[in-house]
């Protein structure tokens, strides 16, 4: 059984949703190969100099997935999710970024794999609709790490947005990583059941109570 836990008898669908929530947050395993942020952070820079160097144009990556989600969650990720479509340059570019990290980061390391990987998750494909109809979720990053990059700009989804990106990852597959953030994502914002079940709807899913609680836990 991929749930942690289970609805006790005579427990509230809510009640149970926020001590399953406690127990995920409480019980953190990482199974997933991750690479270390930091690593990720220098493959950015990285390539930002190297489009300046080539005279490409500007541009702005919206960025969904754990990347998003590293301050809240503390957590490495495997890859920078991009919805923005990459030019076969920059992916060239990234391509030899890895080849010569010594092993720190994969070939895709930044890639745009979900603004055209269709796994018939509908769910997913909702969520990416949604984004790609409402700028407004991604915010440009504030880190520190970025503040010297002249040709990139990266905007991150909204926590709102990757924990319903999340809640699309668990739908399809069970991995640690997903439920791991999805869990910080949800104890972060101050979110119960009934606050989830919402921000889904805003996003054009509609989840009843009772499958949200079965889908999460």
Request: glycine letters at 4%; one cysteine or more.
């Amino acid at each position: 059984c991929n749930h942690v836990t289970h609805q006790r008898i005579g427990e509230s669908v809510q009640d149970f949703i926020d001590r399953a929530n406690d127990i995920l947050l409480k019980n953190k395993t990482e199974t997933d190969e991750l690479i270390d942020i930091k690593y990720l952070k220098n493959g950015l820079n990285n390539l930002d100099k190297r489009m300046e160097e080539a005279g490409l144009e500007n541009i702005t990556i919206n960025v969904v997935g754990g990347f998003c989600t590293y301050s809240i969650t503390s957590e490495a990720t495997r890859d920078i999710d991009s919805i923005t479509k990459l030019d076969t340059r920059i992916k060239e570019m990234v391509h030899a970024i890895a080849d010569e990290s010594n092993g720190n980061l994969e070939e895709d390391w930044l890639n745009d794999d979900i603004a055209y990987f269709d796994d018939g998750n509908i769910i997913r494909r909702q969520v990416i609709r949604y984004l790609n109809l409402h700028p407004e979720e991604f915010k440009e990053n504030d880190d520190s790490d970025f503040s010297n990059m002249k040709k990139i700009k990266i905007k991150k989804a909204s926590n709102d947005a990757i924990i319903c990106m999340k809640y699309a990852s668990i739908k399809g597959r069970i991995k640690a990583k997903d439920v791991n953030d999805l869990s910080a994502l949800i104890k972060h914002s101050n979110y119960n059941g009934k606050d989830l079940q919402r921000l889904l709807k805003r996003f054009g899913v509609d989840v009843e109570m009772d499958d949200l609680a079965s889908d999460l836990y």
